[in-house]
């Protein structure tokens, strides 16, 4: 490992946001000016999916593959993934019962990316939904421990109590440290004077364009597959033009299939991982696509039943 590549994948993070702020207080409207909102809506979009970028980052974090120092990977996780109102050493149990029971009974993921396709309305209706906020509560309790699927019959009621002790006792800490900053946010911004401008800018992205952005990623890494039998052919490694790449998978978080083979190789060599893998043949039958070609599939009507 090396945290060079790391380092600069977080700065550049971080100064996306930085400079998305700057341009979202440039262009904030004055009293009665409609026409100045209007540009708030591009920056709030593009500042939620540098947000999800943060929680990307979050996720080598939780592999443990940010940065070489056990100790600076997980403090950085944990403050990339808080910021964003996600605790990571919850996320850290939930997504291991991910990796060990892909479409399992035990993936929570399921409620997430099963059963597509599902028909446009279905999936629009989704999307929707995330983008008017209504899903922000599922979600966080799914990146706080609490995944929907755990309330199935014959899974664990809880994976915290599927885990280490000290993990369990990491989790529950981060998970109040996140409350404490997302309760100290608001409260500082209207001590400055700019509590609206923290809720349009910041916390509104993270209800809305984020939910539906997480969402169609993981759908397009999961959804519609129709061999479950290895991570070869149930998880999917999507390729297309570097701009859509950048923007829905940040930091090649595109490499889904070689993520799901090796965990442990951070986020910078799965390009090189993708390549080898490729030559040597072993992706002939993988779930490699298009990403025009993937979203044709999950938005595709259900499959019918036949006798």
Same mark, same amino acid.
């Given at each position: 490992?090396?945290?060079?590549?790391?380092?600069?994948?977080?700065?550049?993070?971080?100064? /996306?946001?930085?400079?998305?702020?700057?341009?979202?207080? *440039?262009?904030?409207?004055?009293?009665?000016s409609?026409?100045? /909102?209007?540009?708030? /809506?591009?920056?709030i979009?593009?500042?939620?999916?540098?947000? *999800? $970028?943060?929680?990307?980052?979050?996720?080598?974090?939780?592999?443990?593959?940010?940065?070489?120092?056990?100790?600076?990977?997980?403090?950085?996780?944990?403050?990339?993934?808080?910021?964003? $109102?996600?605790?990571?050493?919850?996320?850290?149990?939930?997504? !291991?019962?991910?990796?060990?029971?892909?479409?399992?009974?035990?993936?929570?993921?399921?409620?997430?990316?099963?059963?597509?396709?599902? $028909? +446009? +309305?279905?999936?629009?209706?989704?999307?929707? !939904?995330?983008?008017?906020?209504?899903t922000?509560?599922? /979600?966080?309790?799914?990146?706080?421990?609490?995944?929907?699927?755990?309330?199935?019959?014959?899974?664990?009621?809880?994976?915290?109590d599927?885990?280490?002790?000290? =993990?369990?006792?990491?989790?529950?800490?981060?998970?109040?440290?996140?409350?404490?900053?997302?309760?100290?946010?608001?409260?500082?911004?209207?001590?400055?004077?700019?509590?609206?401008?923290?809720?349009?800018l910041w916390?509104?992205p993270?209800?809305?364009?984020?939910?539906?952005?997480? !969402?169609? +990623?993981?759908?397009?890494?999961?959804?519609?597959?129709?061999? =479950?039998?290895?991570?070869?052919?149930?998880?999917?490694?999507?390729?297309?033009?570097w701009?859509?790449?950048?923007? =829905?998978?940040?930091?090649?978080?595109?490499?889904?299939?070689?993520?799901?083979?090796?965990?442990?190789?951070?986020h910078?060599?799965?390009?090189?991982?993708?390549?080898?893998?490729?030559k +040597?043949?072993?992706?002939?039958?993988?779930?490699? !696509?298009?990403?025009?070609?993937?979203?044709?599939?999950?938005?595709?009507e259900?499959? *019918?039943?036949?006798?």
């Amino acid at each position: 490992m090396r945290d060079w590549p790391s380092w600069l994948a977080v700065g550049r993070n971080v100064g /996306a946001i930085a400079l998305l702020a700057a341009l979202g207080l *440039q262009v904030w409207p004055e009293e009665g000016s409609w026409v100045s /909102a209007l540009w708030l /809506a591009p920056v709030i979009c593009l500042i939620a999916l540098a947000q *999800q $970028g943060c929680f990307v980052l979050a996720h080598d974090a939780a592999h443990y593959r940010l940065f070489k120092r056990r100790a600076v990977n997980d403090l950085a996780g944990r403050v990339l993934a808080g910021v964003v $109102g996600i605790s990571m050493c919850s996320y850290r149990i939930v997504h !291991r019962l991910h990796h060990n029971n892909l479409y399992g009974d035990g993936d929570p993921d399921l409620p997430i990316h099963a059963g597509y396709p599902r $028909g +446009r +309305r279905y999936l629009l209706k989704k999307l929707g !939904r995330d983008l008017m906020g209504l899903t922000a509560p599922k /979600a966080y309790a799914y990146f706080f421990g609490s995944p929907a699927v755990f309330g199935t019959a014959g899974a664990h009621a809880n994976p915290l109590d599927d885990t280490a002790p000290a =993990l369990r006792t990491a989790a529950r800490r981060d998970r109040w440290l996140v409350v404490a900053f997302h309760v100290a946010a608001p409260l500082g911004t209207w001590w400055f004077g700019y509590l609206l401008e923290y809720i349009v800018l910041w916390v509104l992205p993270l209800v809305t364009v984020m939910q539906a952005t997480l !969402r169609f +990623r993981s759908i397009l890494e999961h959804g519609a597959v129709t061999d =479950l039998s290895s991570p070869l052919t149930a998880a999917r490694t999507n390729v297309g033009p570097w701009w859509i790449m950048s923007f =829905l998978f940040p930091h090649n978080v595109h490499y889904h299939v070689e993520h799901h083979l090796y965990p442990a190789i951070p986020h910078y060599n799965l390009p090189a991982c993708h390549a080898e893998l490729a030559k +040597r043949g072993w992706l002939d039958e993988a779930e490699v !696509r298009q990403v025009s070609e993937t979203v044709s599939m999950v938005f595709a009507e259900r499959l *019918q039943q036949t006798a």
